[in-house]
């Protein structure tokens, strides 16, 4: 791999856990893989829309803050 590809190598102690872009994650995941990713999604959204249904508050991040926060259903954010 080259420096300008976008896939990032987080190195711990004991392993390395790649981060793959979207549009290609077919180059690095099998199809079993790609399909239980997808399952996975998936079940986060159906959990975080019946969390919004049952007007549960929410833990979300924003990107542009880098910051955690925790959104209630009146709208109103804390910060964690």
Do not use: F, H, T
Not at 25 to 44: G, W
Not at 45 to 55: D, F, M, P, R
């Amino acid at each position: 791999m080259s420096k300008g590809e976008i896939m990032n190598e987080i190195k711990k102690k004991k392993y390395n856990i790649k981060v793959v872009n979207p549009a290609e994650r077919e180059q690095y995941i099998s199809d079993n893989d790609m399909e239980m990713d997808l399952r996975a999604s998936a079940a986060v959204k159906a959990a975080l829309n019946k969390a919004e249904i049952c007007k549960k508050p929410i833990a979300k991040y924003d990107k542009e803050k880098k910051k955690a926060y925790v959104e209630y259903p009146s709208g109103r954010r804390v910060n964690v």
